[in-house]
């Protein structure tokens, strides 16, 4: 009989915590001083020229984005892992993976609030740092004008492409970034837990944590047709031609790839959520089923009905695709010889 490896400790001595905190707080107080230091300078500066309350402005700003973002991202981030934790199953099956992981599950348990405000709290502090940094854009944003000029492609005023453009792509690079980390995160806590079985016999994932990580993809899903749908006004800043701006294949060949593919996302979208409710529906009919008497439909089978899409459909709109690129390009390149 193999014996039980011990269990790694993480204790460390009164000595050797104090030591750890007084150089952790060092550091801190090193690189807050250094950007104190910038700006009392810029205080200074702003004020012997009369514009004091213009840096009151931009300090502001920069504290509020902290904020906003950086507890956004803790909370996303700290939530899944909370969901994820709290979906873990009652009992595992023995089996050799699941007894190494073990050990690090006696040791995640005794720490998990630790663990947990730390994960949050990096997160929060990365993401808030971050943000300051795009104080501009969303000033500009938030106090930006109107130009009274429509553009000829998407008759929107100007200031929507010099404003609101960059900071919708800001919100959407956010939104991407926490929903990735949300993902990979609980895909971790589930494997840890036992949720997710890799080298174990039987099923491979239970049910709750499939459900979990189904809602991630899906909210992925729908950033990713929003990030489509954005990408047709970003057409207008192509330098595809002698000249920045939308040229005749922005128009005619990318314009209509960037609207199929965020109709193609909004369908897989659909579909994912088909195969959720599908699912749900299926293991709410086994609940209720007589012992003995097996399902009628598996969750592979509420895949495949889930997720049909139409191919033909698709393929007739990508021919259609591939000969505009073409004709716009031989135009492209007529008009650069005249």
Same mark, same amino acid.
């Given at each position: 009989?193999? $014996?039980?490896?011990?269990?790694?400790?993480?204790?460390?001595? &009164?000595?050797?915590?104090?030591?750890?905190?007084?150089?952790?707080?060092?550091?801190?107080?090193?690189?807050?001083?250094?950007?104190?230091?910038? #700006?009392?300078?810029?205080?200074?500066?702003?004020?012997?020229?009369?514009?004091?309350?213009?840096?009151?402005?931009?300090?502001?700003?920069?504290?509020?984005?902290?904020?906003?973002?950086?507890?956004?991202?803790?909370?996303?981030?700290? +939530?899944?892992?909370?969901?994820?934790?709290?979906?873990?199953?009652?009992?595992?099956?023995?089996?050799?993976?699941?007894?190494?992981?073990?050990?690090?599950?006696?040791?995640?348990?005794?720490?998990?609030?630790?663990?947990?405000?730390?994960?949050?709290?990096?997160?929060?502090?990365?993401?808030?740092?971050?943000? $300051?940094?795009?104080? =501009?854009?969303?000033?500009?944003?938030?106090?930006?004008?109107?130009?009274?000029?429509?553009?000829?492609?998407?008759?929107?005023?100007?200031?929507?492409?010099?404003?609101?453009?960059?900071?919708? =792509?800001?919100?959407?690079?956010?939104?991407?970034?926490?929903?990735?980390?949300?993902?990979?995160?609980?895909?971790?806590?589930?494997?840890?837990?036992?949720?997710?079985?890799?080298?174990?016999?039987?099923?491979?994932?239970?049910?709750?944590? =499939? &459900?979990?990580?189904?809602?991630?993809?899906? #909210?992925?899903?729908?950033?990713?047709?929003?990030?489509?749908?954005?990408?047709?006004?970003?057409?207008?800043?192509?330098?595809?031609?002698?000249?920045? +701006?939308?040229?005749?294949?922005?128009?005619?060949?990318?314009?209509?790839?960037?609207?199929?593919?965020?109709? $193609?996302?909004?369908?897989?979208?659909?579909?994912?959520?088909?195969?959720?409710?599908?699912?749900?529906?299926?293991?709410?009919?086994?609940?209720?089923?007589?012992?003995?008497?097996?399902?009628?439909?598996?969750?592979?089978?509420?895949?495949?009905?889930?997720?049909?899409?139409?191919?033909?459909?698709?393929?007739?709109?990508?021919?259609?695709?591939?000969? =505009?690129?073409?004709?716009?390009?031989?135009?492209?390149?007529?008009?650069?010889?005249?």
């Amino acid at each position: 009989m193999a $014996m039980r490896p011990p269990l790694p400790s993480l204790a460390l001595s &009164r000595r050797a915590r104090i030591s750890l905190a007084v150089v952790a707080s060092l550091i801190v107080l090193l690189i807050v001083l250094g950007s104190l230091v910038g #700006v009392y300078i810029n205080w200074l500066w702003f004020g012997e020229v009369g514009y004091r309350n213009v840096y009151k402005g931009i300090i502001t700003t920069k504290l509020v984005l902290f904020l906003i973002f950086g507890v956004l991202m803790a909370l996303i981030l700290g +939530g899944n892992i909370v969901i994820a934790y709290l979906l873990r199953p009652p009992f595992r099956p023995l089996s050799a993976e699941q007894q190494n992981l073990e050990r690090y599950r006696v040791v995640l348990e005794q720490h998990k609030k630790l663990v947990l405000g730390g994960i949050a709290g990096l997160a929060g502090l990365s993401a808030g740092l971050s943000s $300051m940094g795009d104080w =501009r854009t969303w000033m500009l944003w938030r106090y930006g004008g109107h130009f009274g000029i429509k553009d000829l492609q998407f008759h929107r005023d100007i200031s929507f492409f010099a404003w609101d453009y960059p900071a919708y =792509r800001l919100m959407l690079g956010f939104g991407f970034i926490a929903i990735l980390f949300s993902i990979l995160l609980s895909i971790a806590v589930h494997y840890l837990f036992g949720a997710i079985r890799v080298q174990t016999p039987g099923p491979k994932i239970t049910l709750s944590a =499939r &459900r979990h990580l189904t809602v991630l993809i899906f #909210v992925f899903i729908v950033l990713k047709a929003l990030a489509y749908w954005l990408d047709r006004y970003g057409v207008v800043f192509s330098n595809r031609g002698k000249v920045t +701006g939308a040229s005749y294949t922005d128009v005619n060949a990318s314009l209509p790839a960037k609207t199929i593919l965020f109709w $193609m996302a909004v369908e897989r979208a659909i579909a994912r959520d088909r195969v959720r409710r599908a699912a749900r529906a299926q293991h709410h009919h086994q609940r209720h089923l007589p012992r003995g008497r097996p399902a009628v439909l598996g969750e592979a089978e509420c895949e495949r009905q889930g997720s049909q899409i139409h191919l033909t459909e698709h393929q007739r709109h990508t021919r259609g695709l591939r000969h =505009r690129v073409v004709d716009g390009s031989r135009r492209d390149g007529e008009l650069r010889q005249l």
